[in-house]
């Protein structure tokens, strides 16, 4: 017979470094706090129930409370031995108040144990994550109302396409992040289910209260089947997705903020806490967090894959396999979360070189829908509008004169229905200003959508 805990139908230990191998007590340690929470709300139903009796219920209350403290004060040590942080706390209990602690595995297995633990576990951080959300899209409606008038070029396929601001641009992340925001609440929903009482596959014989210990860990709703509830791992990949989806929106914003403070560009300036120099230019001035969270959205994405991967053919119910959905889940959170800290800081600490900004937007022709529109309100047909500026963006691009220095009489031989009023219709802020539509760039329709979203943060 082996010590394991379980060992009385084993003959023979296994080496260490093959216990090494299947432990995941160097990683799910991490839940500790987790196991000890669901520890408690399970023996509190076992001593109610009189499932076990009340004073053992009471001494084994008292020992996790204990570890609890110990937990809390780094007092507490792991062994590969105990495989896991299960067996762990199993094992400090019993060293704590002898071989009554036995009785607290009354009624349940590993299994919904393990489960319980990660629904807890990300139970408590989810909204640790929409508070870093909602902290990063407070910054966006900030800058986006300070620079709502400041006007940049809009771009498709990377070309300038029309004059937007900068503040519009700012608010289509916001509306990203708001989704990213959703759905992260929306997993709030699924995790917020008990697995505990599932037992190891089939439920138990005893006559346990599991809305009672719904009541103690405060979950909302109970799983319905015990199958589903040990096996279920729904949740962790709706997580894994809205990280994979929140670091995409992430990268993004970054691969624009890189390109931006290019010398080519200078539409803004990194702060200094979040750029670095070179070891041999010393003119540089690196964007290395933009780059880096950049960076990081592979290894999310590659924690979603795993864990799709992981588990694409597992048959019901519980398998080993399912240890290795928590790594992938603990390392993602520290990913985003640490990723909107330095996002938000990042764009509170840019500098906004407003006036180059607006330069690009003067010389670059992106004011050509403006002349075709024009065309179109004085009846000329929009496809034959479309012909007449593109060929008198041609004759710009060879005679480097932008639309609106071209001479009248140049334009009016082109189309006659324009007149002197054009000019007043070809300046960029004109052409911010006239696209009123509901979601457009209009300065007005920024300063609207800023109240709207300020009141959305206040509901979060």
Do not use: C
Request: proline residues 3%; without cysteine; glycine residues 6%.
């Amino acid at each position: 017979m082996t010590d394991k805990l379980w060992g009385g139908r084993f003959t023979e230990k296994a080496a260490h470094w093959v216990d090494a191998f299947g432990a995941s007590i160097g990683f799910d340690q991490q839940m500790a706090q987790e196991d000890l929470e669901g520890s408690l709300a399970h023996v509190k139903m076992l001593g109610k129930t009189g499932i076990i009796p009340q004073a053992d219920a009471d001494t084994i209350t008292a020992g996790l409370q204990h570890l609890q403290k110990e937990l809390a004060a780094g007092k507490l040590h792991f062994t590969v031995e105990n495989e896991d942080i299960h067996l762990n706390m199993e094992a400090l209990l019993t060293a704590e108040i002898g071989p009554v602690a036995g009785k607290l595995h009354t009624a349940r297995s590993r299994n919904d144990q393990v489960a319980t633990d990660l629904h807890l576990w990300l139970k408590h951080r989810l909204p640790t994550i929409k508070e870093a959300l909602t902290n990063l899209q407070t910054v966006l409606v900030g800058q986006a109302k300070v620079h709502a008038a400041t006007i940049m070029p809009g771009y498709t396929h990377m070309q300038h396409a029309q004059p937007i601001t900068y503040g519009h641009y700012l608010l289509a992340y916001f509306e990203m992040f708001q989704r990213d925001w959703e759905r992260f609440d929306f997993t709030q929903k699924h995790t917020d289910i008990l697995p505990l009482g599932a037992a190891a596959l089939a439920g138990t014989t005893f006559p346990i209260d599991r809305t009672l210990v719904a009541q103690e860990l405060g979950f909302d709703q109970i799983y319905h089947n015990s199958l589903d509830a040990v096996s279920d791992r729904d949740f962790a990949l709706e997580f894994l997705s809205n990280s994979a989806i929140l670091m995409q929106h992430l990268s993004r914003m970054a691969e624009e903020l890189i390109l931006w403070s290019t010398y080519e560009f200078n539409y803004i300036e990194l702060g200094d806490d979040f750029s670095t120099g070179s070891s041999i230019m010393p003119q540089k001035k690196n964007p290395d967090f933009a780059e880096l969270i950049r960076g990081k959205t592979g290894r999310v994405y590659g924690a979603l894959m795993g864990l799709l991967t992981t588990m694409k053919a597992i048959p019901l119910a519980y398998n080993k396999d399912m240890q290795e959905d928590k790594e992938p889940i603990f390392d993602a959170y520290n990913t985003i979360l640490g990723s909107l800290h330095i996002f938000t800081g990042m764009l509170s600490d840019l500098t906004v070189h407003e006036k180059r900004m607006a330069e690009a937007t003067t010389h670059d022709f992106s004011n050509a829908t403006e002349l075709a529109d024009y065309l179109a309100t004085k009846g000329v047909p929009f496809r034959q509008a479309h012909a007449i500026v593109g060929e008198l963006v041609l004759k710009g691009i060879k005679t480097n004169t932008a639309l609106q220095e071209m001479p009248l009489s140049e334009l009016q031989a082109a189309a006659p229905q324009i007149q002197q009023d054009v000019y007043a219709e070809l300046t960029s802020k004109a052409a911010v200003d006239r696209r009123t539509s509901l979601g457009g760039t209009a300065v007005s329709n920024v300063l609207k959508e800023v109240a709207r979203d300020k009141e959305m943060i206040a509901s979060h």
